[in-house]
């Protein structure tokens, strides 16, 4: 079916221009590399394919977190979403975890999800703090919105990051917003923001090459395989 581009042109939103985010590395607990990279928009479905097995497991809300962000990267790809950006996280090309957020305005910052595929390791974590990492040093924004559909995930950004609460409502719905400053970045930063530039040209070639997806079932093994959580 042909696209109205006329049409489609009013459809699609305005994208303010965005600075890219520098790859790093980072050396997990397990000594394996973990590169983070920001995602290109092609690559959505590649993407999707490693979310979708997530909407069917209901434990520690991966559930909603995925379909929330299945819904988020499928209004990026098709030009619904406006200034929005991926990060990914890979182990020798294997895709170990995603987080996505997106420009609110040009001061401020709304952070979407974080999604850990490979658990146990902090990659969610780490993604995490790559995406403040963005915001506040690459973008240039003064504060970040953030809210938690968690336990997991209030512990890991409101509390380790000591973020402020306040009473603005997010996007995403929920309880009101926390706040990450430029000032509670920095002071976070030493302790929560690592990983090594430049990435090893093999390390980043490897990682833009390909992003490999693990079949549904590994995926449901990695997240739910953890007992007594």
Not at 83 to 95: D, S, Y
Not at 147 to 156: D, K, L
Request: aromatic share 8%.
């Amino acid at each position: 079916m042909a696209v109205d581009m006329e049409l489609e042109a009013v459809l699609r939103p305005p994208e303010a221009p965005q600075a890219p985010y520098p790859p790093k590395v980072i050396t997990l607990a397990n000594g394996k590399r973990l590169v983070v990279r920001e995602a290109r928009r092609e690559e959505v479905p590649t993407l999707l394919e490693a979310v979708h097995p997530t909407l069917f497991i209901h434990k520690d809300y991966y559930d909603i977190v995925g379909a929330r962000l299945y819904a988020e990267l499928l209004g990026w790809y098709t030009h619904r979403t406006q200034n929005e950006f991926c990060l990914v996280g890979q182990i020798e090309g294997l895709l170990v975890g995603m987080v996505n957020s997106r420009m609110y305005n040009a001061k401020t910052g709304m952070s979407l999800h974080t999604l850990a595929i490979d658990r146990g390791l902090r990659v969610g974590a780490h993604l995490f703090a790559a995406k403040m990492e963005h915001h506040i040093e690459y973008l240039g924004q003064d504060e970040v919105l953030i809210v938690a559909e968690s336990p997991i995930g209030f512990r890991r950004w409101m509390i380790e990051y000591g973020l402020e609460p306040t009473d603005i409502p997010h996007e995403l719905g929920g309880a009101p917003s926390y706040r990450l400053t430029r000032e509670l970045y920095f002071k976070s930063k030493p302790r929560l923001v690592v990983g090594d530039r430049p990435v090893p040209q093999e390390l980043l070639d490897e990682a833009l090459r390909e992003i490999v997806v693990a079949d549904e079932d590994a995926i449901r093994e990695k997240i739910a395989g953890l007992k007594g959580r």
